[in-house]
């Protein structure tokens, strides 16, 4: 998010959409939302993963794959055609090439729809790609007759598509694909509403003939990239909200009686030692790189997936002390990573700790588990935030007052003592299974933060989580 690019706009604009627009998905039209709606029942209704991801041999695991995706694509299709007469005519059919384009058109639809929707199926995900994963098999595609797999559409290449490609070199671009911030004056945010409203309407004109399939189709496109603003905005905004407060409350050179940063291997659960000043630096590495992956999430994302659904790419299925997980490398993801942790490290400009990317071993079985762990960050920050944010609020009350008075001294205080405590234990190597796995690698750095939240019952200034109305950290699965 930076501002310029040649647009007058009373607000940063976001740049670099260019490089962008590869990976960002295409916003779902309303008749594609409701079609992904019938594979996402199905999957979730299906025990796929219960049943196939266990320990057989080869031969009787490769059965089940088969009996279990033959039922699941055979019960969609029959669901989805019309009249339903001419789905049941497939039953009993050794192998269902009849279905390939509806059910290719509902995965690429479902993984499109997830990929803008990060919220959305937290469990069902990972078993619908762990189907297609199975289906690229080549005894798997010669059993049923067809390969589910085809590449999510993404701006660029339905610009491409539309013969339109030309839109996404528009300097006018930035201004229409740019979320409007809170402008502090109500008439200032409604001319920048109009302004960007306008400026939609005059590259759709440009590209469209008025009246005509393609102006959707274009506004489409310059909509699915704003929306991509809007997540990477408030995201990666949620991290860098989090860094103000550690450069606001915290100086690396010094520390606050009672507000020190610095941790002891052994000393409160931590399996780190860093004194003050190097936890600083460590803490915000580590904020800086999870700010850097967000703002790449898509790229990262769709890589992913191209390495995660790859024919030559094979996984095994192994025990990673965390029940059996599909091991697989995915040298694109890791080569994508290496990129943005270089990026940041020269951001940062002194690094502390191991700069090792964990994908492809016991602890990162594959990529999936990767991009997993990262869309939750700002599930992580929020909360904190929220609630340190909202202490002025709650210290109106005067019991509420009396309370924080007794117990912090001052509101300011306590402030400073949620904000240490997660600067301290959410980044200290806890909340790995054993030694080895604990740490300062890229990976344990999020471990550790997950392992702060799910002691949060525990921390004294828990009630003032619950006075500024925190629930969970962990969100809704549906």
């Known amino acids: 998010m930076t501002g310029g690019g040649g647009n007058d706009a009373s607000y940063p604009l976001c740049e670099g959409t260019i490089d962008q627009v590869k990976y960002i998905p ?3 039209t309303i008749e594609e939302r409701k079609r992904q709606r019938l594979l996402r029942a199905a999957v979730s209704a299906s025990r796929y993963t219960d049943v196939v991801d266990t320990p057989a041999n080869e031969k009787r695991r490769l059965t089940t794959i088969l009996k279990e995706q033959y039922n699941l694509y055979l019960g969609t299709y029959v669901a989805d055609v019309q009249p339903m007469e001419r789905g049941l005519q497939m039953c009993g059919e050794p192998e269902l090439s009849r279905a390939e384009g509806m059910i290719t058109t509902l995965f690429e639809l479902s993984r499109r729809y997830k990929v803008m929707n990060p919220e959305t199926m937290r469990c069902d995900y990972g078993k619908l790609l762990f189907i297609m994963q199975d289906s690229v098999r080549e005894e798997v595609k010669e059993q049923l ?15 491409v598509e539309l013969g339109v490609e030309d839109l996404l070199s528009e300097p006018e671009l930035a201004l229409a694909t740019t979320p409007v911030p809170r402008l502090s004056r109500i008439q200032n945010l409604n001319v920048a509403l109009r302004k960007k409203d306008k400026t939609v309407a005059r590259l759709v004109a440009k590209y469209a003939r008025r009246g005509s399939k393609l102006e959707d189709k274009v506004e489409q496109l310059i909509r699915s990239i704003d929306d991509a603003n809007c997540y990477i905005r408030d995201n990666s905004d949620t991290i860098s909200a989090m860094i103000t407060e550690l450069k606001m409350h915290f100086s690396p050179h010094s520390a606050e009686p009672g507000l020190a940063l610095a941790i002891s291997e052994g000393v409160e659960g931590s399996r780190l030692s860093h ?35 790859s024919e030559d790419n094979p996984y095994s299925l192994e025990d990673t002390g965390q029940g059996f997980n599909r091991k ?3 040298p694109q993801l890791y080569d994508a990573m290496q990129g943005i942790l270089e990026m940041t490290k020269q951001e940062v400009s002194v690094w502390v700790g191991s700069d090792k990317v964990h994908i492809g071993d016991h602890q990162v079985p594959n990529g999936y588990n990767f991009i997993e762990k990262y869309t939750q960050t700002a599930r992580i920050i929020n909360p904190i935030l929220k609630t340190v944010q909202a202490i002025d609020t709650i210290a109106k009350d005067p019991e509420h007052l009396a309370y924080i008075k007794d117990v ?23 909340g790995g299974d054993n030694d080895m ?11 550790s933060a997950w392992h702060w939240c799910s002691s949060i019952k525990g921390k004294p200034f828990y009630p003032i989580f619950l006075l500024a109305g925190f629930g969970s950290f962990d969100g809704d699965f549906t």
Request: hydrophobic fraction near 40%; proline fraction near 3%; charge should be positive.
């Open 26 to 28: 295409v916003r779902l």
């Open 408 to 430: 912090w001294a001052t509101p300011e205080v306590l402030k400073k003592s949620i904000l240490c405590d997660f600067f301290r234990h959410g980044f200290d190597g806890s």
């Open 275 to 309: 004194e003050h000043e190097k936890q600083y630096h460590f803490v915000l590495q580590s904020l800086t790189l999870w700010k850097n992956i967000t703002k790449h999430m898509y790229k990262l994302w769709l890589l992913m997936e191209v390495d995660l659904l």
């Open 437 to 447: 796995d604990a740490g300062s690698c890229i990976d344990g750095r999020l471990t």
């Open 328 to 330: 697989q490398q995915a």
């Open 145 to 159: 007759g067809f390969n589910p797999m085809k590449p999510i559409v993404t701006v660029h290449s339905r610009a």
